[in-house]
Protein backbone atom coordinates (compact mmCIF):
# COMPACT_ATOMS: atom_id res chain seq x y z
CA UNK A 1 0.00 0.00 0.00
CA UNK A 2 0.98 3.49 -0.65
CA UNK A 3 0.18 6.58 1.16
CA UNK A 4 -2.00 9.02 -1.13
CA UNK A 5 0.05 12.26 -2.02
CA UNK A 6 3.47 10.39 -1.20
CA UNK A 7 6.07 9.74 -4.24
CA UNK A 8 6.19 5.78 -5.51
CA UNK A 9 9.72 4.58 -6.35
CA UNK A 10 10.60 1.47 -7.80
CA UNK A 11 14.39 -0.06 -8.68
CA UNK A 12 14.39 -1.70 -11.54
CA UNK A 13 16.98 -4.27 -11.85
CA UNK A 14 19.54 -5.01 -15.01
CA UNK A 15 20.68 -8.65 -13.72
CA UNK A 16 18.65 -10.49 -16.57
CA UNK A 17 20.62 -7.84 -18.87
CA UNK A 18 21.91 -4.76 -19.76
CA UNK A 19 19.94 -2.07 -21.58
CA UNK A 20 21.30 -1.58 -25.59
CA UNK A 21 18.64 1.25 -25.65
CA UNK A 22 15.97 3.45 -23.87
CA UNK A 23 14.20 2.34 -21.10
CA UNK A 24 10.42 3.40 -21.79
CA UNK A 25 8.07 3.25 -19.10
CA UNK A 26 4.19 4.44 -18.71
CA UNK A 27 2.00 4.57 -15.88
CA UNK A 28 -1.48 3.33 -15.81
CA UNK A 29 -4.27 4.98 -13.59
CA UNK A 30 -7.05 3.41 -11.76
CA UNK A 31 -8.93 2.56 -15.09
CA UNK A 32 -5.62 1.16 -16.59
CA UNK A 33 -5.28 3.66 -18.90
CA UNK A 34 -1.46 5.66 -19.03
CA UNK A 35 -1.97 8.86 -17.15
CA UNK A 36 -1.69 12.21 -18.87
CA UNK A 37 2.07 13.15 -19.28
CA UNK A 38 3.62 9.45 -17.89
CA UNK A 39 2.89 7.78 -21.67
CA UNK A 40 5.76 6.31 -22.91
CA UNK A 41 8.52 7.98 -21.29
CA UNK A 42 12.01 7.21 -22.35
CA UNK A 43 14.94 7.48 -20.08
CA UNK A 44 18.89 6.44 -21.09
CA UNK A 45 20.31 4.62 -17.97
CA UNK A 46 24.30 5.69 -17.64
CA UNK A 47 26.67 2.74 -19.39
CA UNK A 48 27.04 0.20 -17.41
CA UNK A 49 24.25 0.53 -15.15
CA UNK A 50 23.08 -1.93 -13.12
CA UNK A 51 20.27 -0.75 -12.00
CA UNK A 52 17.36 2.31 -12.84
CA UNK A 53 15.67 4.12 -10.04
CA UNK A 54 12.07 5.13 -11.57
CA UNK A 55 9.96 7.89 -9.47
CA UNK A 56 6.15 8.10 -9.77
CA UNK A 57 5.81 11.54 -7.97
CA UNK A 58 3.16 12.50 -5.66
CA UNK A 59 0.93 14.02 -7.84
CA UNK A 60 0.31 11.11 -9.92
CA UNK A 61 -0.41 8.96 -6.82
CA UNK A 62 -4.28 10.88 -6.03
CA UNK A 63 -6.99 9.20 -4.90
CA UNK A 64 -10.58 10.31 -5.89
CA UNK A 65 -12.67 6.92 -4.96
CA UNK A 66 -13.82 6.36 -1.18
CA UNK A 67 -10.83 4.35 -0.20
CA UNK A 68 -8.06 3.33 -2.92
CA UNK A 69 -6.88 3.19 -6.18
CA UNK A 70 -4.40 1.71 -8.68
CA UNK A 71 -1.58 2.50 -10.84
CA UNK A 72 0.70 0.11 -12.70
CA UNK A 73 4.08 1.32 -13.84
CA UNK A 74 5.11 -0.50 -16.87
CA UNK A 75 8.34 -0.67 -18.81
CA UNK A 76 10.12 -2.00 -21.42
CA UNK A 77 13.94 -2.35 -22.83
CA UNK A 78 16.23 -3.80 -25.35
CA UNK A 79 19.12 -5.91 -23.96
CA UNK A 80 21.30 -8.32 -25.79
CA UNK A 81 19.42 -11.30 -25.70
CA UNK A 82 15.85 -9.81 -26.55
CA UNK A 83 13.19 -7.02 -25.14
CA UNK A 84 13.05 -7.17 -21.38
CA UNK A 85 9.36 -5.57 -19.72
CA UNK A 86 7.49 -6.28 -16.86
CA UNK A 87 4.68 -4.01 -14.52
CA UNK A 88 4.80 -2.98 -10.70
CA UNK A 89 1.35 -2.65 -9.47
CA UNK A 90 0.43 -0.74 -6.26
CA UNK A 91 -2.34 0.60 -4.31
CA UNK A 92 -2.26 4.07 -3.50
CA UNK A 93 -4.88 4.31 -0.46
CA UNK A 94 -6.29 7.21 1.38
CA UNK A 95 -4.93 8.59 4.54
CA UNK A 96 -7.32 7.76 7.85
CA UNK A 97 -8.04 10.71 9.62
CA UNK A 98 -8.56 8.87 13.13
CA UNK A 99 -5.22 8.47 14.69
CA UNK A 100 -4.29 5.04 14.47
CA UNK A 101 -0.85 3.50 14.45
CA UNK A 102 0.51 0.03 13.76
CA UNK A 103 2.54 0.77 17.06
CA UNK A 104 -1.26 0.84 18.74
CA UNK A 105 -2.19 -2.98 16.98
CA UNK A 106 0.81 -3.84 18.40
CA UNK A 107 0.45 -2.67 21.62
CA UNK A 108 -3.15 -4.16 21.80
CA UNK A 109 -1.63 -7.70 20.32
CA UNK A 110 0.99 -7.51 22.70
CA UNK A 111 4.42 -7.82 20.66
CA UNK A 112 7.33 -5.82 19.18
CA UNK A 113 7.38 -4.31 15.55
CA UNK A 114 10.01 -6.68 14.36
CA UNK A 115 7.35 -9.40 15.15
CA UNK A 116 4.95 -7.81 13.08
CA UNK A 117 5.89 -5.10 10.73
CA UNK A 118 3.84 -2.51 9.47
CA UNK A 119 3.51 -3.72 5.89
CA UNK A 120 1.45 -6.26 7.37
CA UNK A 121 -0.73 -4.54 9.21
CA UNK A 122 -3.75 -3.31 6.86
CA UNK A 123 -5.28 -0.49 8.94
CA UNK A 124 -7.56 0.93 5.60
CA UNK A 125 -9.21 -2.82 5.51
CA UNK A 126 -9.89 -2.29 9.36
CA UNK A 127 -11.56 0.70 9.01
CA UNK A 128 -13.27 0.11 5.66
CA UNK A 129 -14.41 -3.66 6.89
CA UNK A 130 -15.63 -1.63 10.58
CA UNK A 131 -17.53 1.28 9.03
CA UNK A 132 -19.50 -1.00 6.87
CA UNK A 133 -21.22 -2.38 10.34
CA UNK A 134 -22.92 1.40 10.37
CA UNK A 135 -24.54 3.66 8.60
CA UNK A 136 -22.49 5.37 5.84
CA UNK A 137 -20.75 8.44 7.81
CA UNK A 138 -21.12 7.32 11.29
CA UNK A 139 -17.62 6.49 12.65
CA UNK A 140 -16.42 9.85 10.23
CA UNK A 141 -19.10 11.91 11.89
CA UNK A 142 -16.20 11.75 14.89
CA UNK A 143 -13.29 11.68 12.82
CA UNK A 144 -12.05 15.01 14.05
CA UNK A 145 -13.88 15.46 17.08
CA UNK A 146 -10.73 15.02 19.17
CA UNK A 147 -12.60 13.59 22.24
CA UNK A 148 -13.28 10.03 23.90
CA UNK A 149 -15.37 8.92 21.60
CA UNK A 150 -12.52 9.51 18.76
CA UNK A 151 -9.97 7.60 20.39
CA UNK A 152 -12.82 4.83 20.97
CA UNK A 153 -12.94 4.37 17.53
CA UNK A 154 -9.69 4.29 16.79
CA UNK A 155 -9.18 1.82 19.52
CA UNK A 156 -11.77 -0.29 17.37
CA UNK A 157 -10.14 -0.16 14.38
CA UNK A 158 -6.69 -0.89 15.49
CA UNK A 159 -8.32 -4.01 17.32
CA UNK A 160 -9.94 -4.82 13.82
CA UNK A 161 -6.65 -5.22 12.12
CA UNK A 162 -5.31 -6.61 14.92
CA UNK A 163 -7.94 -9.72 14.38
CA UNK A 164 -7.06 -10.10 10.56
CA UNK A 165 -3.52 -10.62 11.52
CA UNK A 166 -3.82 -13.06 14.50
CA UNK A 167 -4.77 -16.28 12.34
CA UNK A 168 -1.06 -15.20 10.59
CA UNK A 169 0.48 -14.87 13.61
CA UNK A 170 -0.52 -18.16 15.03
CA UNK A 171 0.53 -19.58 11.38
CA UNK A 172 4.29 -18.29 11.85
CA UNK A 173 4.60 -19.66 14.82
CA UNK A 174 3.85 -23.12 13.48
CA UNK A 175 6.11 -22.46 11.24
CA UNK A 176 8.96 -21.37 13.33
CA UNK A 177 8.16 -24.36 15.68
CA UNK A 178 8.64 -26.98 13.03
CA UNK A 179 11.67 -25.67 11.97
CA UNK A 180 13.18 -26.26 15.62
CA UNK A 181 13.99 -22.39 16.73
CA UNK A 182 12.28 -21.09 20.06
CA UNK A 183 12.07 -17.38 18.52
CA UNK A 184 8.47 -17.52 18.82
CA UNK A 185 8.48 -19.70 22.02
CA UNK A 186 6.18 -17.27 24.43
CA UNK A 187 3.53 -16.96 21.53
CA UNK A 188 3.25 -20.86 21.84
CA UNK A 189 1.68 -20.92 25.27
CA UNK A 190 -0.54 -17.44 24.33
CA UNK A 191 -4.14 -17.76 25.21
CA UNK A 192 -5.49 -16.74 21.72
CA UNK A 193 -8.48 -17.34 22.30
CA UNK A 194 -8.49 -15.05 25.38
CA UNK A 195 -6.26 -12.07 22.68
CA UNK A 196 -9.55 -12.53 20.37
CA UNK A 197 -12.09 -11.79 23.07
CA UNK A 198 -10.12 -8.29 24.18
CA UNK A 199 -10.02 -7.12 20.59
CA UNK A 200 -13.39 -8.19 20.00
CA UNK A 201 -14.52 -6.34 23.07
CA UNK A 202 -12.78 -3.06 21.93
CA UNK A 203 -15.08 -3.36 18.75
CA UNK A 204 -18.22 -4.40 21.22
CA UNK A 205 -17.64 -1.19 22.82
CA UNK A 206 -19.04 0.96 19.92
CA UNK A 207 -22.03 -0.49 19.93
CA UNK A 208 -22.43 1.80 23.14
CA UNK A 209 -22.40 4.85 21.35
CA UNK A 210 -23.41 4.03 17.79
CA UNK A 211 -26.16 1.39 16.27
CA UNK A 212 -25.01 -1.51 14.06
CA UNK A 213 -27.12 -2.04 11.09
CA UNK A 214 -29.74 -4.79 11.18
CA UNK A 215 -28.45 -7.07 9.01
CA UNK A 216 -25.74 -9.21 10.69
CA UNK A 217 -24.43 -10.78 7.46
CA UNK A 218 -22.74 -6.96 6.70
CA UNK A 219 -20.43 -7.30 9.40
CA UNK A 220 -20.80 -10.18 11.74
CA UNK A 221 -17.24 -9.81 13.74
CA UNK A 222 -19.53 -6.37 15.11
CA UNK A 223 -22.36 -8.81 16.29
CA UNK A 224 -20.40 -11.44 17.07
CA UNK A 225 -18.23 -9.03 19.74
CA UNK A 226 -21.82 -8.65 21.48
CA UNK A 227 -22.39 -12.49 21.84
CA UNK A 228 -19.04 -14.21 22.26
CA UNK A 229 -18.47 -15.57 25.40
CA UNK A 230 -15.35 -14.86 26.62
CA UNK A 231 -13.05 -17.84 27.35
CA UNK A 232 -11.27 -16.53 30.60
CA UNK A 233 -14.47 -15.70 32.35
CA UNK A 234 -17.20 -17.19 31.03
CA UNK A 235 -19.24 -14.78 30.36
CA UNK A 236 -20.45 -12.80 27.39
CA UNK A 237 -18.01 -10.44 25.64
CA UNK A 238 -19.03 -6.65 26.82
CA UNK A 239 -21.56 -7.88 29.39
Given at each position: ????????????????????????????????LP????????????????????????????????????????????????????????????????????????????????????????????????????????????????????????????????????????????????????????????????????????????????VP??????LP???????????????????
Open positions: MHLAGSPFAHELDFSTGLPTGAVVYSVLGNDNVSGYEAISVYPPAGALSLLIIVPGTINTVSTPLFETRTLSWTYPTEHGVENGRKRYRVVRDIVFPVTPEGVRAKLGIEDHELPDERIDLLSAYATLSNGYEAGALDAYATAGDSTTLLIADAIEAMAGLEVVSSLQLAVARKESSGTNSYERFANMDWDSLRAQLYSYIGRLNDILLVDPTTVIFLAVERDDPVTGTAAGS
